[in-house]
């Protein structure tokens, strides 16, 4: 079979969404990759989440993306990270099993029919007219498509750095991709280098554990999907991590090659992330600081290896030797693999629209780090906005473009298309402007209704959400009238040296006190019918709890929302001849011209953009 509805390149975090989303959607797909054994293969840390990560993969599966089911089926620790700050930054992580992450997406994949995997590697985009229609293989083969969704990963004219020495390939053990980046260029696009890194991995034999700190998981942990059955979960054995420290005596180690350092040496001329820095760079811009932390996790169950988590680095192998020996618990360690950085082409997002689709080629859609983003997470969100976009177009459908106040995703999207980046883009909390609002913990009430327009939730699911949004909002309204008797609630204020009531209080206001929780508040309701089924399900009583809590930031958030959805709501025509529309500032006309934005909201987060020229197009428009 050479022709398909969907192409998509690339089996990694994002290629895996944007196949599973449009095949669900009943589209034909073709997955294409080098090596189908590879699919899901966590190139860097064997791990799902964390700050605002957990949050988009909350986020995927809200909408019925695949990640939170592998991560949930595959992992070995699950920790709730920020528990001691609010619940807006509170952010789910796994540490998974390498090998059975990466079995678990192949089974995933397989599961539906509407994919077929294409083992090739592409070498070439094709269009006509400004419209993809296919791909050329390194075999000479033409697979013809009405979309394709580009999910190259680090493979893109990949090198692979330790020390002076320079390898070719996507990531370790494995090839790079060539052509593409070629194809494109010829088609009108704009190309540029970035770099990532990953630590060096050690025999799990040749650690002395009992020197380190041990770090366990949650007690009761939480999985990433609302599909997964509770009473089955976790579903492997859960580990501990460890955690050590570098020193000076490290550090000044690690100095003596930086005179071999591919990144001090100007070898690598991709920009690194920013937030992930290697060791090396630690050092050189945290200069004050004597240490720094490292964690050390397993692999997977079975496996002998164990990654340096805060150890990334591409200084010559001899020297990350000698300065891992002078770390506590890694005296005699055994380094089984050096850890290098990787530099690879990507494609500067402002080419490309909400959708993900490109602005210069229609149909063709980008999705991951080729649109200079870093990590798992960012990849899998954008892979499924790019899928459901890619199958809705040939659906005809209505594409799929989420509101900052609605997701992190929308933040993700809507940041890299108006700010573009020439650095990884990673997510953080702080990115989001209404983060009490998108909470990892109400994403199945924010989201589920767009999977299921997509055919990606199934109706029972919908149903079983709506029911229970239905019990969150009836104890909300409830406990803002029951009252409880001083009598009940003095004993367990005194107990915590809290100022006491004279007279009932409603639920609702004791639950704002910060020595107070709702759990307990509502064991002192008895026998009471009206909230028996609330006090049963731990989930609705978190949610009230929060909602409860925070009830007036929550309320504050989305009377800014409202406001800022006054400019949202003014559409721009993505025709708009904006040298036509004198009074713009140079700046802010070469901007607009280059984003093209769709709404007089998404222009005004133009960098460059100033609020005098949203003013100009205001007054334009309105005429």
Same mark, same amino acid.
């Given at each position: 079979m050479n022709e398909f509805d969907v192409i998509v390149i690339g089996g990694g975090h994002a290629g895996i969404e944007a196949a599973c989303a449009a095949s669900s959607m009943g589209v034909s797909v073709a997955l294409v990759t080098m090596d189908k054994?590879?699919?899901g293969r966590m190139s860097c840390n064997p791990a799902i989440g964390g700050t605002a990560k957990g949050h988009l993969v909350r986020e995927i599966d809200a909408l019925? =993306?695949? &990640?939170?089911?592998?991560?949930?089926? $595959?992992?070995?620790?699950?920790?709730?990270?920020? /528990?001691?700050? %609010?619940?807006?930054?509170?952010?789910?992580?796994?540490?998974?099993?390498?090998?059975?992450?990466?079995e678990e997406a192949i089974r995933v994949v397989e599961s539906h029919k509407g994919i077929t995997i294409v083992k090739e590697s592409v070498v070439a985009i094709n269009a006509e007219n400004g419209i993809v229609s296919g791909v050329v293989t390194a075999e000479g083969h033409l697979?013809?498509?009405?979309?394709?969704?580009?999910?190259?990963?680090?493979?893109?004219? =990949?090198? &692979?750095?330790?020390?002076?020495?320079? $390898?070719?390939?996507?990531?370790?053990?494995?090839? /790079?991709?060539? %052509?593409?980046?070629?194809s494109l260029l010829k088609l009108g696009f704009e190309s540029g280098r970035l770099k990532t890194g990953t630590p060096p991995r050690l025999h799990r034999d040749s650690i002395d554990w009992d020197a380190l700190e041990s770090q366990a998981g949650d007690d009761n942990p939480h999985p990433f999907s609302f599909r997964t059955p509770r009473n089955e979960f976790p579903y492997l054995p859960q580990i501990s991590c460890h955690i050590t420290h570098t020193d000076t005596n490290v550090h000044k180690v690690l100095e003596k090659g930086f005179n071999e350092s591919p990144m001090f040496t100007g070898l690598i001329s991709g920009i690194g992330p920013r937030y992930c820095p290697s060791i090396e760079d630690k050092i050189v811009r945290f200069n004050d600081k004597t240490r720094h932390q490292l964690f050390l996790e397993p692999e997977g169950l079975d496996s002998e290896l164990i990654y340096v988590n805060g150890f990334s680095t591409s200084l010559p192998a001899e020297v990350q030797d000698e300065a891992l020996r002078l770390i506590r618990g890694l005296e005699n360690m055994k380094m089984v693999r050096p850890g290098y950085a990787v530099e690879y082409d990507f494609f500067p997002p402002h080419q490309v629209d909400l959708t993900l689709e490109t602005k210069l080629v229609h149909g063709l859609y980008f999705a991951g780090q080729v649109n200079g983003t870093s990590g798992y997470e960012e990849a899998a969100?954008?892979?499924?906005?790019?899928?459901?976009?890619?199958?809705?177009?040939?659906?005809?459908?209505?594409?799929?473009?989420?509101?900052?106040?609605?997701?992190?995703?929308?933040?993700?999207v809507d940041d890299l298309v108006n700010k573009s980046t020439d650095e990884p883009y990673r997510?953080?909390?702080?990115?989001?402007?209404?983060?009490?609002?998108?909470?990892?913990?109400?994403?199945?009430?924010?989201?589920?209704?767009?999977?299921?327009?997509y055919g990606l939730i199934p109706e029972e699911m919908i149903n079983m959400i709506s029911a229970r949004s239905e019990k969150i909002a009836r104890g909300i309204s409830l406990f803002s009238t029951k009252k409880i008797h001083p009598s009940k609630i003095n004993p367990i204020l005194e107990s915590r040296e809290a100022g006491?009531?004279?007279?009932?209080?409603?639920?609702?206001?004791?639950?704002?006190?910060?020595?107070?929780?709702?759990?307990?508040?509502?064991?002192?309701?008895?026998?009471?019918?009206?909230?028996?089924?609330i006090k049963n399900d731990p989930y609705t009583v978190d949610q009230i709890e929060i909602e409860l809590k925070y009830d007036g930031y929550i309320k504050r958030q989305f009377d800014t929302v409202e406001k800022l959805e006054r400019y949202e709501g003014l559409k721009i025509p993505l025709t708009l001849d904006y040298h036509k529309v004198k009074a713009l500032s140079?700046?802010?006309?070469?901007?607009?011209?280059?984003?093209?934005?769709?709404?007089?909201?998404?222009?005004?987060?133009?960098?460059?953009?100033?609020?005098?020229?949203?003013?100009?197009?205001?007054?334009?428009?309105?005429?």
């Open positions: 054994n590879a699919i019925g =993306g695949v &990640m939170g089911l592998i991560a949930d089926r $595959t992992g070995i620790q699950f920790r709730m990270l920020n /528990r001691s700050k %609010g619940p807006a930054v509170w952010s789910p992580r796994s540490q998974n099993d390498r090998k059975l992450y990466s697979i013809k498509s009405k979309a394709v969704v580009l999910c190259s990963g680090t493979f893109l004219n =990949g090198l &692979m750095h330790t020390g002076l020495k320079s $390898t070719e390939g996507g990531r370790f053990g494995e090839q /790079r991709a060539t %052509g593409i980046t070629d969100a954008q892979g499924l906005v790019a899928g459901i976009n890619a199958a809705a177009k040939i659906l005809g459908k209505k594409e799929f473009v989420l509101k900052r106040s609605e997701a992190y995703t929308g933040v993700l997510m953080f909390t702080s990115r989001a402007e209404h983060r009490l609002l998108l909470r990892q913990d109400n994403a199945d009430r924010r989201l589920s209704e767009y999977g299921h327009y006491l009531i004279d007279t009932p209080e409603t639920i609702a206001k004791l639950c704002k006190r910060p020595e107070l929780n709702l759990a307990e508040i509502l064991v002192l309701t008895n026998s009471d019918e009206e909230t028996a089924d140079t700046e802010g006309r070469e901007k607009l011209v280059r984003i093209r934005p769709r709404s007089l909201g998404q222009a005004s987060r133009i960098s460059g953009v100033t609020p005098s020229d949203i003013s100009v197009l205001l007054v334009y428009l309105k005429k």
